[in-house]
């Protein structure tokens, strides 16, 4: 491994993290954002806490900031280049850092991978990854960390001892979720998560620990924030064709894929295809919350973080407009501004967890899988009280189990992995054969 280049990427992603800070402290004072991020530390995390309205703008920017530098520091350290997934973790912690993530009630869960990999004798390197997407238990650890708003041993132990469960059992439990997904689900981490979420909240629901509904939501912060997702998905696509000249032809190569987890975009179409996808997924996502009467806050910039992420790896704009319009159907059918309720636009961007589906069996598949979700959603996280916050990929996986029992019957999938042409390995020129007229092979 060439000792420069894998390093080079942690420029930008440690410039991002920054970038992000430097916004907190446009908007609050130091002691505002120590103050905000105090109140993000003890709040119990659970679905739906909106940190912009729970603490302010500023300190919810710092906190994501400091997630992503955490984030960063640890694959640096563990010498990690930057491919696909690892981008696709730095979208799902940057954005969920927005609303349930922070500097605090991920350490226990990494501490679980760390002893897990010790155990084995195996490098960190090799489940980091999905120890940061198991911090999506991260409202289990607060909850029981700062339990009825205190702090006892009782209370640190039993959060300590969830969260190293949590940390050593979801490592291996994602690669058998993955099997039984057959690649319709991308949030693999979320059903995985969810299958821990639904053992370990019973029980300690049995031993006298409660957890709350929460439903805190912003609906201020439209127009800034509008303005800034659009803004940043313009430069992204002038970026993308700035950088490669085979950019725009590439990103139509891309949007045929199904976009299951085995499709790396930026292996498959380059860099530029990539920057383009990300930036018209940004846009459209935003332009589609804003549609349906939505808000642009804190849960719902994670949502488009998260796409962004995954239009790395997985998600293009053909696959989760299929998706998103089955969710809004579902909406508009149910009626009572059921469409636009904070639970139904999680639905709509989350649920793009979905896009496998109608990429590979189509565009009505699609908009079936994401009738269907938005449906399930609202139920099937009740097991766990809403301290899983990758919910959306929890119902994403038993929505794909299902389905793909049925279309894989029925249909079939459709399957492209061909590399845009400017990828393909260029073949060495022939060299001409040696010219053995002149020889006399008599002589």
Wanted: net charge neutral; hydrophobic share 45%; charged share 10%.
């Amino acid at each position: 491994m060439d000792d420069i280049n894998w390093k080079k990427p942690y420029q930008w992603l440690f410039l991002y993290a920054f970038a992000l800070i430097g916004v907190g402290f446009v908007f609050a004072s130091p002691m505002e954002i120590l103050y905000g991020l105090e109140k993000i530390i003890l709040s119990s995390d659970i679905l739906i806490t909106d940190y912009i309205e729970l603490a302010g703008v500023g300190p919810t920017f710092v906190n994501v900031g400091l997630v992503v530098v955490i984030t960063n520091l640890l694959m640096y350290v563990n010498k990690m280049p930057i491919k696909s997934g690892n981008i696709v973790t730095i979208g799902l912690m940057s954005g969920f850092a927005f609303f349930g993530k922070n500097i605090f009630n991920m350490w226990f869960i990494l501490l679980g991978t760390y002893l897990f990999c010790a155990l084995r004798r195996e490098a960190l390197s090799k489940y980091l990854l999905q120890s940061f997407w198991a911090s999506s238990l991260g409202p289990l650890i607060s909850s029981t960390f700062f339990h009825q708003g205190d702090i006892t041993v009782k209370s640190v132990l039993i959060s300590v001892c969830t969260g190293l469960i949590i940390g050593f059992v979801t490592p291996v439990l994602t690669g058998y979720t993955q099997r039984i997904q057959h690649g319709l689900n991308l949030y693999n981490g979320g059903f995985a998560t969810g299958l821990m979420a639904m053992m370990l909240t019973p029980i300690l629901k049995a031993f006298g620990y409660e957890f709350e509904p929460v439903s805190i939501w912003s609906t201020e912060y439209n127009l800034p924030f509008t303005a800034v997702l659009i803004t940043a998905g313009l430069v992204l696509i002038v970026m993308g064709i700035a950088n490669d000249e085979y950019a725009v032809t590439n990103y139509k190569n891309l949007l045929k894929r199904p976009g299951n987890p085995s499709d790396d975009f930026l292996i498959l179409d380059g860099k530029g295809a990539v920057f383009i996808n990300t930036g018209v997924n940004i846009i459209v996502s935003t332009i589609v919350v804003l549609l349906i009467g939505g808000d642009i806050n804190g849960p719902t910039i994670g949502g488009i973080l998260t796409i962004a992420g995954f239009s790395v790896k997985g998600k293009h704009v053909r696959n989760i407009l299929p998706v998103m319009i089955g969710i809004i159907l579902s909406g508009l059918m149910r009626g009572d501004g059921a469409v636009s309720t904070p639970s139904a636009q999680l639905a709509l961007l989350f649920g793009t967890t979905l896009a496998p589906v109608s990429g590979t069996y189509g565009a009505l598949a699609g908009v079936a899988a994401g009738f269907i979700h938005s449906c399930v959603v609202l139920y099937a996280g009740a097991g766990y009280s809403g301290v899983n916050l990758y919910n959306n990929g929890f119902c994403g996986g038993l929505v794909s189990i299902v389905m793909h029992s049925m279309l894989s019957e029925f249909f079939k999938p459709k399957e492209y992995s061909e590399p845009s042409e400017s990828m393909k390995p260029k073949k060495k020129p022939e060299e001409p054969l040696p010219d053995l007229s002149d020889l006399d092979l008599f002589e």
